[in-house]
């Protein structure tokens, strides 16, 4: 049984920081593409960030600069480094994978496995 468990979320001041981690069972994604999206309140969930198979990155553009995604394969370890972060990025924040590089990196309907999510509250 396939399983991602996400860590690290918790409450920040705005401009802070955090690290999320997501921790993948029951199968390697090390060929796949594994990335993180987010859903505030009210809202549909979006993309943020993913990373391929050859470590190849791609970052929603309100992010790009301040969040790095990353991963470990020998842990099968995603993790996303978040900076600056601002209000308006609460959200419960997902992890997302896949095992091929079929389909886009962007659209949630195009990844096979999800964590059940962390809360990230950025303060203002």
């Known amino acids: 049984q396939v399983r991602l468990v996400e860590a690290g979320g918790r409450l920040v001041q705005a401009g802070g920081s955090l690290r999320l981690s997501c921790s993948a069972s029951?199968?390697?994604?090390?060929?796949?593409?594994m990335a993180w999206f987010r859903q505030a309140p009210g809202k549909e969930r979006e993309f943020v960030a993913a990373?391929?198979?050859?470590?190849?990155?791609t970052y929603a553009v309100s992010v790009k600069g301040r969040f790095t995604i990353s991963r470990d394969n020998a842990k099968n370890t995603l993790y996303l480094q978040m900076n600056s972060l601002k209000p308006e990025e609460t959200a419960l924040y997902y992890c997302?994978?896949?095992?091929?590089?079929?389909?886009?990196?962007?659209?949630?309907?195009?990844?096979?496995?999800w964590g059940q999510g962390t809360q990230v509250t950025v303060s203002s």
């Open positions: 029951g199968r390697s994604f090390n060929s796949g593409v």
């Open positions: 990373i391929n198979w050859v470590d190849s990155t």
């Open positions: 997302a994978a896949k095992g091929s590089g079929r389909g886009t990196y962007y659209l949630p309907q195009d990844y096979s496995y």
